[in-house]
Every structure is written in C-alpha cells, then in structure tokens.
C-alpha cells in the first residue's frame, strides 16, 4: 500500500510538472508568435520605403533600450523588420530614451508633445537639457516611427515643429484624425490594425491567431492593412 501511494504521489508530481511544462511553452509559443507578427508589420513598411523612397534621407524614431531582469537589452523586433525591409536603404535612428521609473514614465506620455520631440532631435530632454551620448540628428526627408508620435505632431494634415516640411511613415502610432496628412504627402504610409474579430466569428479568430505564414505578405494580410491613402483601408 506503502508503494502504491507514492507511485501515485510520483505520478501527480510529474503530471502537475508537465502541465506546468506545457503552459510555459505554450505562452513562449505566443510570444513567439506575436512578435513574428510585429517583425511582419514593420518589414512590410520597410519594403515600401524602400521600393518607393530608397533615394531620400530616413531617420527612423523608436523607444530607447528596454532591459531584463537580468539587465540584458531586450531586443526591438520592430528595428529588425524594419531593417530587413529596408534592405540596403540606409537610415539614421533616434530612440527616445525610457525611463527607469515608472512614475517618470507616466509623467513622460503625459508630456509627450512636438516641444519634447523636438528637443529629443536636438540631443537634449524635455527640459531642454543635454541628454549624455545624443547628438542632433541630420537632416532627413522621411520620419519612420516606430512609437506614438505627440498628438500635436501634425495639424491639418502638416508637419509642426521640425516635422514642417518631412514625410511620416507609420510603423505603429497612427490615428485617423491625421488622414488629410495623405493628401499633401506629409504621410506616405501606415500599417494599421485590422479589427480584432469578435469570439463568435471562428473563422475570422482561427485566421487571426494563426502563426505567421512564411509569406511575408500573406502574414502581413491576416492582421494589419498598409495604409496609403486616406481611403484606402
């Protein structure tokens, strides 16, 4: 009786550790997953840059470097596609710098504003202060931006500050509210979301949280649409 009950204590423990097993792997397998998808979504824009723009200067905006536990950098899977898009295009990148506390983060998105954006191409921080290892970015035709841009970035349909003038493209950060912008080639393109389809349509769900095709313009179609117009969509 002894043996069986702990046999059967053994079985339960490694069942409860494979169960364990299986669900880190199935979250590692949806991570994966979703950062294939962001890899797609910025390649893509990478591609038409550079199928249509390969001549002009390219500054490409982004968040600054994200670390681990461990204090490892995290890789910016949105520079790598965005890389792999442009192939041989070159470009200069500018990362708006992260916070490491979260109450300064907060305060940061609160102020985020074409004052701050333009100081960040200045080298300097919100306060117009010298940021340590930054330098005022070239001159440049077309902005990629990887991020949000401030809401007050563009108005009817324009650049402001040192956006006057300059082509945006839209990795991620778009909102309707700047369609004109298309009109006037202030915004060249933007990869937007497709709706999120609803639990009850299954077959629009099982095609949403399929794994990438190895496509790449297939796997850009089951989630996002590339916007380059203010109609087309």
Avoid at 10 to 27: A, D, H, K, N, Q
Avoid at 189 to 201: F, L, Q, R, T
Wanted: glycine share 8%; with cysteine.
């Amino acid at each position: 009786m002894r043996k069986n009950y702990f046999n059967l204590f053994g079985r339960l423990v490694f069942l409860t550790i494979w169960v364990l097993i299986g669900y880190s792997c199935e979250r590692h397998d949806e991570r994966q997953k979703e950062i294939s998808y962001q890899r797609v979504r910025a390649e893509k824009v990478g591609k038409y840059i550079a199928a249509n723009y390969a001549d002009k200067k390219i500054l490409v905006l982004t968040h600054g470097d994200y670390k681990d536990k461990n204090g490892n950098v995290v890789p910016n899977h949105l520079i790598e596609g965005l890389k792999k898009g442009l192939g041989n295009v070159n470009c200069e990148i500018l990362k708006r710098p992260v916070p490491a506390d979260d109450t300064e983060a907060c305060y940061q998105e609160i102020e985020w504003n074409m004052v701050y954006l333009d100081n960040l191409m200045q080298g300097k921080n919100e306060k117009g202060q010298d940021i340590p290892g930054y330098s005022p970015v070239g001159d440049f035709d077309i902005l990629i931006t990887t991020i949000d841009l401030p809401e007050d970035a563009i108005r009817d349909g324009k650049g402001t500050g040192m956006l006057t003038d300059k082509s945006i493209a839209f990795v991620y950060g778009y909102i309707e509210a700047w369609a004109a912008g298309f009109d006037n080639g202030t915004i060249v393109v933007a990869a937007i979301d497709k709706p999120y389809p609803g639990e009850s349509d299954k077959a629009g769900l099982a095609n949403w949280e399929q794994y990438p095709p190895s496509d790449m313009d297939k796997a850009f179609d089951v989630r996002y649409i590339l916007k380059t117009s203010a109609r087309n969509e």
